[in-house]
C-alpha cells in the first residue's frame, strides 16, 4: 500500500504560481506512474501530469508549457509546478500512484485562482 499527502494548495491571483507536493509513504521509484489529477465542482476527474518511473513525463493539452511535474526519489515525494495559473485551473488536486495492481489517491488539496 502507498499512502500519500498533498500539500501546497490555495488561493492565488491569475497569473501567479503555487507548487504542489505529494509525499509518499514508500519509495516512489518502485512505483509505475504518479501523477497529478484535478476536479472542479460539477466535472470529472481529469488527469494533469504524469511522470513514470523511468522519468517520462506527459501533460494535458490544457496545462502544457505552464505545468510541470517533477520528482525527488530521496523524499519520496512528487511535485507540480504551477506557473501562469488561469481561473479555469481552480479545483481540487490529486496526487495518484500507479501500482500493477492497484492505484492509490491522495486526500486531495484545493487549488482556487481568482480573476
Known amino acids: 500500500q502507498v499512502q500519500l499527502v498533498e500539500s501546497g494548495g490555495g488561493l492565488v491571483q491569475a497569473g501567479g504560481s503555487l507548487r504542489l507536493s505529494c509525499a509518499a509513504s514508500?519509495?516512489?521509484?518502485?512505483?509505475?506512474?504518479m501523477g497529478w489529477y484535478r476536479q472542479a465542482p460539477g466535472k470529472q476527474r481529469e488527469l494533469v501530469a504524469s511522470?513514470?518511473?523511468?522519468?517520462?513525463?506527459g501533460y494535458a493539452d490544457s496545462v502544457k508549457g505552464r505545468f510541470t511535474i517533477s520528482r525527488d526519489n530521496t523524499k519520496n515525494t512528487v511535485y507540480l509546478q504551477m506557473n501562469s495559473l488561469k481561473p479555469e485551473d481552480t479545483a481540487v488536486y490529486y496526487c495518484?500512484?500507479?501500482?500493477?495492481?492497484?492505484?492509490?489517491w491522495g486526500q486531495g488539496t484545493q487549488v482556487t485562482v481568482s480573476s
Open positions: 514508500r519509495r516512489i521509484f518502485s512505483i509505475n506512474a
Open positions: 495518484n500512484a500507479l501500482m500493477i495492481l492497484d492505484d492509490y
Open positions: 511522470i513514470t518511473r523511468a522519468g517520462s513525463t
